[in-house]
């Protein structure tokens, strides 16, 4: 089975920077995702990552190291709007997905 | 439609019924998934298609549960004898890969109430 790890709740301020982590352990690692999800609502999916290094989408960034088992989201210039629960999810093999708890951040003005 | 649909949006059924969900995947999108998220908690992996064969089942959490996608197209997902455990959200999502990037949609996903 899988599993990862990312903290449960993270506060920051408007216009600041957050950065959530994820770790996780698996045998056949093929991929990692980021969802943001707001409550009573689906997720959206942010990120991808297959390949060591940083992802960069606008304010979004995505980092991984497949030798650490680490993957971090990074939130730039936050906004009101980037409260939401964010959801990092590993594929083990061709297909399988498992998602961790995810993290509830909560900005503030 | 531009996105994942699902039908229905929300379904009250009584325990022991049966229940069919839909998911029509965004055009182009060779693979699918279900998930299921009960009140809060996470996504729970369910079932996996490449086009119409599910070579990951794995998720299923009983034989109540199954699956099926016609013409790499549209997907059912049919629940037997509900029971109340079953409750939840639940989500489909498309995909398309280009390369080493893979990006995923979900759709808005189908309330489920088993009373």
């Known amino acids: 089975g899988q599993n990862i790890d990312q903290p449960t709740e993270m506060t920051a301020t408007e216009g600041a920077i957050v950065q959530i982590n994820c770790t996780y352990q698996?045998?056949?690692?093929?991929?990692l995702f980021w969802y943001q999800q707001h409550a009573g609502e689906a997720p959206t999916f942010l990120s991808y990552n297959v390949l060591d290094g940083l992802e960069e989408k606008g304010r979004f960034s995505s980092f991984l190291s497949r030798s650490k088992g680490y993957s971090y989201l990074l939130l730039k210039e936050l906004q009101m709007k980037d409260s939401a629960s964010y959801l990092c999810a590993v594929r083990d093999g061709d297909y399988k997905l498992s998602f961790g708890a995810g993290t509830t951040v909560t900005v503030r003005a | 439609g531009a996105g994942v649909s699902q039908s229905p949006s929300n379904k009250v059924t009584e325990k022991g019924k049966d229940v069919e969900l839909r998911c029509d995947p965004i055009?182009?999108?060779?693979?699918l998934y279900w998930y299921r998220q009960s009140l809060g908690q996470g996504l729970e992996f369910l079932i996996y298609f490449q086009g119409n064969s599910a070579p990951d089942k794995s998720g299923l959490p009983s034989d109540r549960f199954s699956a099926e996608r016609t013409g790499g197209s549209v997907s059912t997902l049919t629940i037997q004898r509900t029971q109340q455990e079953d409750s939840a959200v639940y989500l489909c999502?498309?995909?398309?890969?280009?390369?080493?990037?893979?990006?995923?949609?979900f759709g808005p996903g189908t309330r489920l109430l088993v009373l």
């Open positions: 999502a498309s995909s398309r890969l280009t390369g080493n990037q893979e990006t995923q949609y």
């Open positions: 055009s182009g999108h060779t693979a």
């Open positions: 698996t045998s056949g690692f093929n991929g």
